[in-house]
């Protein structure tokens, strides 16, 4: 795979768009739409993937204290919180959606500066950042190398990347498990416990995303293709997925983790 060659992180979805060109519109209006009620149905399907499990995530990977991080598809904050609360400093975090509806959200829960943009295109300098978090939204993106470049270039040499992310197990009879309930009980639990209509569409797309996405090795490579070294990946339950790298000529290196997972 040629690293400049764009790399879709899944094909056309024909229930929610005909052509891809259509999905940023489809992806923007249905995060602005349902923001108000994207934390209330997050505690419903987390399942361990919640606060803990994104600190945990963000520690491991070697965050600490004075570094600073763009979060990226900020959405409501949920691993910008938790990176508030490793850093201590509501300075040192800076937050990017390209979601005006969730970042009105974003603003009413912390305090801390917002970008709105594309992180297809970060509207930050090089080397400005020691840390880039993504929490599940990998599979929005318009090109997968297009953006592992941009983060690596928002790194610092040294700096560290983490991407959380959700995959289709492997095993056929979890993924049948899971098809059933991220793909049938969660959209509709989603709509009655919110009464929004949005929401129910937003969590099927959830699980068509999850299900039509490339597979990890695919990903890792683009990370890799990107400049990162020390790329990996921790996988947790066959589903929960830590992908991480480091960019090279600096200090700072990926922490390995200290118990556990599976390494891809
Ligand atoms: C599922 S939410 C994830 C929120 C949060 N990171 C978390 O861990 O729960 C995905 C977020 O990605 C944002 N997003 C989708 N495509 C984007 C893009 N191309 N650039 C920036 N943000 C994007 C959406 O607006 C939404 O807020």
């Not at 361990?48 to 499990?53: I, Q």
């Not at 416990?193 to 099927?204: A, E, F, K, S």
Request: aromatic share 10%; proline share 6%; glycine share 10%.
């Amino acid at each position: 795979m040629k690293p400049d060659t764009p790399l879709e992180p899944h094909p056309a979805l024909p229930d929610y768009y005909s052509d891809l060109a259509q999905r940023p519109a489809f992806v923007r209006g249905m995060f602005d739409r349902t923001a108000g009620y994207y934390d209330q149905v997050n505690r419903l399907l987390s399942f361990g993937s919640g606060s803990w499990y994104r600190r945990r995530a963000l520690t491991r990977a070697g965050l600490h204290p004075g570094m600073r991080v763009l979060d990226v598809a900020i959405g409501t904050g949920l691993v910008a919180r938790q990176a508030l609360t490793v850093t201590g400093d509501p300075r040192s975090v800076i937050g990017l959606d390209v979601s005006a509806g969730m970042l009105a959200e974003v603003r009413r829960l912390l305090n801390l500066a917002l970008i709105q943009g594309l992180m297809e295109q970060l509207p930050v300098a090089d080397a400005s950042f020691d840390f880039v978090s993504m929490g599940y939204a990998l599979r929005h993106v318009a090109d997968l190398n297009a953006t592992f470049r941009e983060f690596h270039r928002a790194l610092r040499p040294g700096g560290i990347l983490l991407i959380l992310e959700i995959t289709r197990p492997a095993q056929p009879f979890k993924r049948a498990l899971l098809k059933f309930y991220l793909g049938q009980v969660i959209p509709l639990l989603s709509r009655l416990t919110t009464g929004n209509r949005d929401m129910q569409t937003l969590m099927r797309y959830y699980w068509d995303t999850i299900e039509n996405c490339v597979p990890p090795e695919t990903i890792i490579a683009a990370i890799r293709n990107a400049g990162f070294a020390e790329v990996g990946c921790d996988v947790e339950f066959d589903l929960f997925r830590a992908y991480f790298g480091c960019k090279g000529g600096g200090k700072g290196s990926v922490a390995q983790p200290d118990e556990q997972p599976t390494m891809t």
